[in-house]
């Protein structure tokens, strides 16, 4: 039996990353190293600037491959390939490990030099805010760090510069685990799952109903009824998982001008990071999807400083509920999907 589905589910590979946050300087407000190894992305090192505007600079080593699909914040200002003369980039038992020194398109010195030598780190999976100020969203991606940490500030060293100016380290006003901490944070065990990104083709598939079915890397279980109960790719603490608790309709199968509606979920690493509707309508060969109503992330069971950070800084729970997708399949002989994700920024990170 042939099915079609409106979704397309995936991992984006990365090995680890960092995000080094400033206090007051007058044009940056932080970096981010990423380290990547995969087909995908190419072998290197990968550097997010965020600039105070809100615009983001990426320079990337030579083995990196370019996403033409990547967006973040108010859109991208350099994109540049660079060498980089210091390229360490770690996580140890102790900490975060980096020294990253490369020239900027405009020509100067960047310095990014972290030591960490904690004794007991309290890593926590905790899901990064990334989709959280992204003005034109070109796909639904959650960021999940199943190890997530700060660096501690008693036995962390931090100098980063720009062309000689100095850059502040910023700081949280809370304790975590006990400890004082940099607004420096990083992970080396990630879940990344991208959904419905622009330019994506339907899920299309053969199944038997009762049945669960393999389609390149995804698993789908099908009910007696014949319909999706879940979508799954990766397993365990690398898995990510679209949910519907009464079951999703093959479009083959939909019934002409009348609505269907429903509900899904979305689990990463086993724990649920969202949830909301469904809305379907098909006429004639084509079916109208509307994915709407997001729920906030809601996290539980986090140390003290953590609760209070998800209090204080609220773009952590709630920017999931701010994304709805909107979109239609052709059901040609081979499938088509076009659709577009919305943003409305109703939050900023305080």
Same mark, same amino acid.
């Given at each position: 039996?042939?099915?079609?589905?409106?979704?397309?589910?995936?991992?984006? %590979?990365?090995?680890?990353?960092?995000?080094? &946050?400033?206090?007051?300087?007058?044009?940056?407000?932080?970096?981010?190293?990423?380290?990547?190894?995969? %087909?995908? !992305?190419?072998?290197?090192?990968?550097?997010?600037?965020?600039?105070?505007?809100?615009?983001?600079?990426?320079? =990337?080593?030579?083995?990196?491959?370019?996403?033409?699909?990547? #967006?973040?914040?108010?859109?991208?200002?350099?994109?540049?390939?660079?060498?980089?003369?210091?390229?360490?980039?770690?996580?140890?038992? &102790?900490?975060?490990?980096?020294?990253?020194?490369?020239?900027?398109?405009?020509?100067?010195? !960047?310095?990014?030099?972290?030591?960490?030598?904690?004794?007991?780190?309290?890593?926590?999976?905790?899901?990064?805010?990334?989709?959280?100020?992204?003005?034109?969203?070109?796909?639904?991606?959650?960021? @999940?760090?199943?190890?997530?940490?700060?660096?501690?500030?008693?036995?962390?060293? *931090?100098?980063?510069?720009?062309?000689?100016?100095?850059?502040?380290?910023?700081?949280?006003?809370?304790?975590? #685990?006990?400890?004082?901490?940099?607004?420096?944070? =990083?992970? #080396?065990?990630?879940? *990344?799952?991208?959904?419905?990104?622009?330019?994506?083709?339907?899920?299309?598939?053969?199944?038997?109903?009762?049945?669960?079915?393999?389609?390149?890397?995804?698993?789908?279980?099908?009910?007696?009824?014949?319909?999706?109960?879940?979508?799954?790719?990766?397993?365990?603490?690398?898995?990510?998982?679209? !949910?519907?608790?009464?079951?999703?309709?093959?479009?083959?199968?939909?019934?002409?001008?009348?609505?269907?509606?429903?509900?899904?979920?979305? =689990?990463?690493? #086993?724990?649920? *990071?969202?949830?909301?509707?469904?809305?379907?309508?098909?006429?004639?060969?084509?079916?109208?999807?509307?994915?709407?109503?997001?729920?906030?992330?809601?996290?539980?069971?986090?140390?003290?400083? @953590?609760?209070?950070?998800?209090?204080?800084?609220?773009?952590?729970?709630?920017? %999931?509920?701010?994304?709805?997708?909107?979109?239609?399949?052709?059901?040609?002989?081979?499938?088509?999907?076009?659709?577009?994700?919305?943003?409305?920024?109703?939050?900023?990170?305080?």
């Amino acid at each position: 039996m042939k099915y079609v589905l409106p979704f397309h589910f995936e991992f984006e %590979p990365m090995i680890r990353l960092a995000v080094i &946050s400033f206090n007051g300087d007058e044009e940056f407000e932080g970096y981010e190293p990423q380290l990547f190894d995969d %087909p995908v !992305n190419g072998k290197g090192i990968r550097l997010l600037r965020y600039r105070k505007n809100g615009k983001v600079d990426i320079y =990337y080593e030579a083995g990196i491959i370019p996403d033409k699909y990547f #967006s973040i914040g108010t859109g991208i200002a350099d994109s540049k390939m660079t060498h980089f003369d210091k390229n360490l980039f770690e996580i140890t038992e &102790s900490g975060l490990q980096v020294q990253l020194i490369f020239t900027d398109a405009q020509g100067r010195k !960047n310095e990014l030099k972290v030591e960490e030598k904690s004794a007991c780190k309290h890593p926590v999976p905790l899901l990064a805010p990334v989709g959280g100020n992204i003005e034109k969203p070109k796909k639904l991606f959650f960021v @999940y760090m199943n190890d997530f940490d700060f660096a501690y500030r008693k036995t962390t060293q *931090i100098h980063c510069s720009l062309d000689g100016r100095l850059l502040e380290p910023a700081t949280l006003p809370l304790l975590i #685990s006990g400890h004082r901490a940099y607004l420096t944070r =990083y992970c #080396s065990r990630l879940t *990344i799952a991208a959904l419905n990104p622009d330019g994506a083709n339907p899920l299309c598939f053969d199944a038997v109903p009762g049945k669960t079915t393999m389609q390149n890397e995804t698993q789908i279980h099908c009910n007696a009824e014949g319909l999706v109960d879940q979508i799954q790719i990766g397993k365990d603490t690398n898995s990510a998982v679209l !949910n519907f608790p009464g079951g999703f309709p093959n479009l083959l199968d939909l019934p002409e001008n009348q609505r269907i509606m429903g509900y899904f979920d979305i =689990y990463i690493s #086993s724990d649920k *990071i969202t949830g909301g509707q469904y809305r379907l309508e098909k006429i004639t060969d084509q079916v109208h999807v509307e994915l709407n109503q997001l729920e906030e992330w809601q996290p539980a069971g986090y140390p003290i400083g @953590y609760r209070l950070l998800f209090i204080f800084v609220n773009i952590f729970r709630n920017w %999931p509920a701010n994304y709805s997708w909107e979109g239609t399949v052709e059901l040609k002989e081979i499938p088509l999907m076009d659709g577009k994700w919305q943003h409305i920024l109703k939050d900023k990170v305080k």
